[in-house]
């Protein structure tokens, strides 16, 4: 019963969304407020109707009513009550209820705190946005319905892939999604603008902080999915270049660009159109990334509906999205009138620059991502390409954009003097080749790339302080004056400084992976093995049984100088109903490094294959990823996006906050 | 002209738009990875070895061999490697690697480091062979008969399971049955 109107509820929330798209754009281009009304409330409508769908499939999951043919493939009763909430997601169905259900809460905020925003805009930005909700709420109906049931109810569930029960996962997907999905409102707003031909600072700052909110929760996602790879996989690699992988990296690294961007028309009104392409562009890869995801056309460990119909539904609703903004784009786009001018040195020049570096890595990493798919449908050879494609060009492509990070913000607005803001880098700069020769030095004839790396990690990192210190006018005023500055600078700037830190850990981190050391082989029970400066001890394999699977538990010392510091228990788990063995690694996690242990399978004389690493600073690659996401929501925290878009203020504005 | 560059993006979207179409061809299965080589002659290569002079196809006439395509930037490798080790040292099976777009001394390095299961490496730095065998990732493993002809193929790092169950009945009836 409450499956059955939690369908329905999905069918009337795809006629909410057909009334969302259609009346508002009527009632914006006649100029009837009533009609324009109709977006908010249908927004509103629309979001309570999918959340009483999203409840009613959680609630078939929980009480496990297998007469569901999605509960009966993907849970089981065996399964914890956490894993059967977070199974929802954890299939093509339910993810993408879970899709629209984001697609509606950011369309019923739109809605909520749009109150100062002009109403044909607000009314198109709607519109706009339940059109995207008809496609995939039509989707979902028509090919990937997860309220279907079946009769005879099976006795028990299929049960969920045991590598998808994990914390980790639980929680990957949602934030995932609400990255994606919120591209949506910088899209909507941007087709919009196109429609109306108006782009100014107004706009600008609307679509900064969604965007930005965004980006956010991306960032979030992506460094969540991150982690979850490196601990349950068992290999210590954090980042696999998957094409799954990199249809989430894409719309960040365009995102990225975007927020940028943003700021440049917010505060210059210029490089308006660039801009809207961005937008346009974040949010198509968003919807790119569904369909390789969805489709199977590139295969992946990801890929959990290889389906050719579905395939081609969700290619016709990226014709009509994408193809139809790009083409309104090519229309409207050259009537939109250019901005203030700039210098090539200056603020707009740097985050020009940094758009441009940003759009070709993107590029690179989308044509690497999709070449084999292109080789493959002109009936070339089946290839992947891996790693070694990535690190040639994706890396080298970094380097110029962490070397101007340092330097861009110390620019001025219009016309910026180079020569004076590299002359306040020289500490960073000593101080990064000094750290470079000294690690040279030690590690003699060790991995270049990753020296330099650490060198880029901390100039970044030193610059980024050295252009706080400067506001803060550290060392030049008492130390209390300093403080007064430090606190109350703008909530934008301290975002961009820790953003901008947290790019720094991250490269610091990866980088330092270039020093890991590792131990694989098979291990006799009661032998040592060393790794790094560890002695380990492998006491015993036991058999210990699980809630639906069994383990043989391995329980290894770990000795330091003579000292015993801990005893990890890495498992090997063994899931009976899906006939699959999965590994549970043992993590001694640090801020200086992590020792990873994985067990693996025995052989005959009684030995059993261990992978351990010591990985020094691993952490410090998730963690930069949360010191990103901490200094976006800072910079959310500004006081200007609530103040609103009072046009009177506008004047006073760029002194207020002047060097964002 | 300048209107042209605005029209560029949705130009640049429908060639992709076209490519997507191909590529959702019915009956296209992009998981289905070639197995059109089983059976069939393996392409003729000749590689210079890491250590040693090389491996040819020719040169493995008249006995069966394992082939074996790894990287040492390549992670799932890793969690093979001591399965080679031990298929290398407990079975005595005949396994030869194929380094894939890698450069030597890394390999050397990771040799030198997990111990070496390869009765001899060849070296394939501009993945050359990899396209002939149709690799379409690391690791791969192929078995060769001793006329030279593909007999199995794994995709991704081999299980101890398929070792027992298919690996090293083929190799006993290829050895033994010829």
């Given at each position: 019963m409450?499956t059955?109107?939690?369908?329905f509820a999905?069918i009337l929330?795809?006629?909410?969304a057909?009334?969302?798209?259609v009346?508002?754009l009527?009632?914006a281009?006649?100029g ?8 908010r ?11 009483m ?7 078939a ?5 297998f007469?569901?043919i999605?509960v009966?493939q993907?849970?089981?009763t065996d399964?914890?009550?956490f894993?059967?909430v977070?199974?929802v997601?954890?299939n ?8 629209v ?6 369309s ?14 607000r ?8 059109m995207?909700?008809?496609g995939?709420l039509?989707f ?5 319905n997860p309220?279907?049931r079946?009769w005879?109810?099976p006795?028990?569930?299929q049960g969920l ?11 990957h ?10 591209f949506s ?5 941007s087709?919009?603008a ?9 706009w600008?700052?609307?679509v900064?902080p969604?965007s930005l909110a ?6 979030i ?9 490196y ?13 799954v992988?990199?249809?989430?990296l894409?719309?960040?690294i ?11 028309v917010?505060?210059?009104?210029t490089l308006?159109s ?6 346009i562009v ?8 569904t369909?390789?995801?969805r489709?199977g056309?590139?295969?992946s460990?990801h890929?959990?509906a ?6 081609a ?6 014709v009509?999205a994408?193809g ?6 090519a229309?409207?786009?050259?009537a939109?009138?250019?901005?203030g001018l700039f210098?090539p ?7 020009l620059?940094n ?14 991502t999709?070449?084999?798919?292109f080789?493959d449908a002109v009936n070339?050879?089946k290839i992947s390409?891996g ?10 492509l970094m380097?110029?954009v962490?070397v101007a990070m340092?330097v ?7 016309r910026?003097d ?11 700069f000593?101080?990064?080749v000094i750290l470079?020769?000294?690690v ?5 004839g060790?991995?270049v790339?990753a020296?330099l790396?650490l060198g880029?990690?901390l ?5 980024v ?6 506001r803060?006018?550290l060392?030049r005023v008492t130390p209390?004056?300093?403080?007064k500055r ?12 820790l953003?901008?830190?947290g790019?720094?850990i991250?490269?610091a981190?990866?980088?330092a992976?270039?020093f890991?050391q590792e131990?694989l ?8 093995f060393?790794l790094?400066s560890y002695?380990l001890?492998l ?12 383990a043989?538990?391995a ?6 100088d003579g000292h015993?510091?801990?005893t990890?228990h ?6 009976k109903?899906q006939?699959?063995t999965t ?9 200086v490094s992590?020792l990873?242990l994985?067990l693996?399978?025995p052989?005959e004389?009684?030995a059993w ?6 990985k020094?600073m ?6 930069g990823g949360?010191?990103m996401?901490?200094g ?7 006081r200007r996006?609530r103040?609103g878009?009072?046009?009177k203020?506008q004047?006073?504005m760029p002194?207020l906050?002047?060097?964002? | 002209m300048?209107?042209?560059i605005?029209a560029?993006?949705v130009?640049l979207f429908?060639t ?5 179409i191909?590529a ?8 289905a ?5 089983i ?8 590689l210079?070895?890491l250590?040693?002079d090389?491996i ?5 006439k008249?006995h ?14 890793r969690?093979e490697?001591?399965l080679?080790m031990?298929?290398?040292e407990?079975?005595?099976i005949?396994?030869?690697?194929i380094?894939?777009k890698?450069r030597?001394e890394?390999?050397t ?5 997990f111990?070496?299961?390869?009765r001899?490496v060849g070296?394939?730095?501009?993945g ?8 379409y990732g ?11 002809r593909i007999?199995k193929k ?5 299980t101890?399971?398929?070792?027992e169950?298919?690996?090293l009945p083929?190799?006993k ?6």
């Amino acid at each position: 019963m409450i499956t059955e109107l939690g369908h329905f509820a999905l069918i009337l929330a795809l006629c909410v969304a057909v009334a969302q798209s259609v009346i508002p754009l009527i009632g914006a281009s006649r100029g009837q407020a009533g009609l324009m009304d109709v977006g908010r409330s249908a927004a509103l409508v629309q979001f309570l109707l999918i959340a009483m769908a999203m409840g009613a499939l959680i609630h078939a999951y929980v009480v496990s009513d297998f007469s569901v043919i999605n509960v009966a493939q993907n849970s089981h009763t065996d399964k914890p009550l956490f894993y059967k909430v977070t199974g929802v997601w954890g299939n093509h169905e339910g993810s993408m209820l879970l899709w629209v259900f984001m697609l509606a809460l950011c369309s019923a905020a739109v809605a909520t705190f749009s109150g100062n925003l002009p109403p044909d805009l607000r009314a198109r930005v709607l519109s706009v946005q339940g059109m995207i909700s008809v496609g995939f709420l039509a989707f979902i109906l028509l090919t990937s319905n997860p309220f279907l049931r079946t009769w005879p109810a099976p006795e028990n569930g299929q049960g969920l892939n045991p590598v998808l029960q994990d914390p980790g996962l639980a929680f990957h997907p949602p934030f995932l999604y609400l990255g994606y999905v919120g591209f949506s409102v910088a899209f909507s707003f941007s087709v919009a603008a196109l429609i109306e031909g108006r782009v100014d600072a107004a706009w600008g700052r609307w679509v900064r902080p969604w965007s930005l909110a965004s980006w956010c929760f991306l960032t979030i996602g992506i460094a969540l999915g991150s982690w979850w790879a490196y601990y349950t996989l068992g290999w210590g690699g954090w980042w696999f270049w998957d094409p799954v992988e990199n249809a989430s990296l894409m719309p960040w690294i365009v995102g990225t660009a975007l927020i940028h961007s943003a700021i440049v028309v917010e505060r210059r009104e210029t490089l308006r159109s660039w801009t809207i392409l961005l937008a346009i562009v974040t949010f198509s890869l968003s919807l790119v990334g569904t369909f390789l995801v969805r489709s199977g056309v590139l295969s992946s460990v990801h890929a959990f509906a290889v389906d050719p119909r579905r395939g081609a539904f969700i290619l016709g609703l990226l014709v009509v999205a994408i193809g139809g903004s790009l083409t309104l784009y090519a229309f409207r786009a050259p009537a939109l009138k250019g901005g203030g001018l700039f210098a090539p040195v200056s603020r707009e020049g740097a985050l020009l620059l940094n758009n441009i570096l940003l759009a070709t890595c993107a590029a690179t990493v989308f044509l690497g991502t999709l070449y084999p798919l292109f080789l493959d449908a002109v009936n070339g050879p089946k290839i992947s390409v891996g790693a070694p494609f990535f690190n040639r060009t994706f890396v080298p492509l970094m380097v110029p954009v962490l070397v101007a990070m340092a330097v861009g913000p110390l620019l001025a607005w219009k016309r910026g003097d180079l020569l004076a803001a590299m002359q306040r880098l020289w500490v960073a700069f000593a101080a990064a080749v000094i750290l470079v020769l000294a690690v040279l030095y030690a590690t003699s004839g060790g991995p270049v790339m990753a020296i330099l790396g650490l060198g880029l990690a901390l100039w970044t990192a030193l610059g980024v302080l050295a252009e706080w210190a400067e506001r803060v006018k550290l060392f030049r005023v008492t130390p209390a004056q300093s403080w007064k500055r430090a606190v109350h600078l703008p909530r934008a700037a301290m975002g961009m400084t820790l953003a901008h830190l947290g790019i720094a850990i991250t490269v610091a981190g990866i980088s330092a992976q270039a020093f890991q050391q590792e131990f694989l082989g098979m291990v006799q029970v009661g032998t040592n093995f060393p790794l790094a400066s560890y002695m380990l001890h492998l006491d015993k394999v036991e058999r210990v049984q699980g809630p639906n699977y069994i383990a043989d538990e391995a329980s290894i010392e770990v000795w330091k100088d003579g000292h015993l510091v801990a005893t990890q228990h890495p498992q090997r788990r063994y899931f009976k109903l899906q006939d699959q063995t999965t590994g549970e690694t043992a993590i001694r996690s640090g801020l200086v490094s992590d020792l990873y242990l994985a067990l693996g399978d025995p052989d005959e004389s009684g030995a059993w294959t261990v992978r351990a690493y010591w990985k020094p600073m691993v952490s410090w690659i998730w963690l930069g990823g949360l010191v990103m996401a901490f200094g976006g929501m800072v910079s959310l925290s500004d006081r200007r996006w609530r103040v609103g878009v009072a046009t009177k203020r506008q004047a006073a504005m760029p002194q207020l906050a002047a060097g964002e | 002209m300048r209107k042209l560059i605005y029209a560029l993006p949705v130009l640049l979207f429908a060639t992709l738009a076209g490519y997507f179409i191909l590529a959702l061809q019915p009956g296209y299965d992009p998981r289905a990875l070639p197995s059109v080589m089983i059976d069939k002659p393996a392409p003729a290569f000749k590689l210079a070895g890491l250590k040693d002079d090389g491996i040819s196809l020719e040169g493995f006439k008249g006995h069966p061999v394992v082939i074996n395509f790894f990287a040492s930037w390549c992670v799932p490798c890793r969690e093979e490697h001591p399965l080679l080790m031990r298929l290398a040292e407990k079975e005595k099976i005949p396994l030869y690697g194929i380094d894939y777009k890698d450069r030597p001394e890394d390999a050397t390095r990771l040799l030198a480091q997990f111990g070496n299961p390869y009765r001899s490496v060849g070296l394939d730095q501009d993945g050359r062979a990899g396209l002939d065998f149709g690799v379409y990732g690391v690791p791969e493993t192929y078995v060769i008969d001793g006329t030279g002809r593909i007999r199995k193929k794994f995709t991704g790092p081999m299980t101890a399971k398929q070792v027992e169950q298919e690996l090293l009945p083929i190799l006993k009836q290829l050895s033994g049955g010829v």
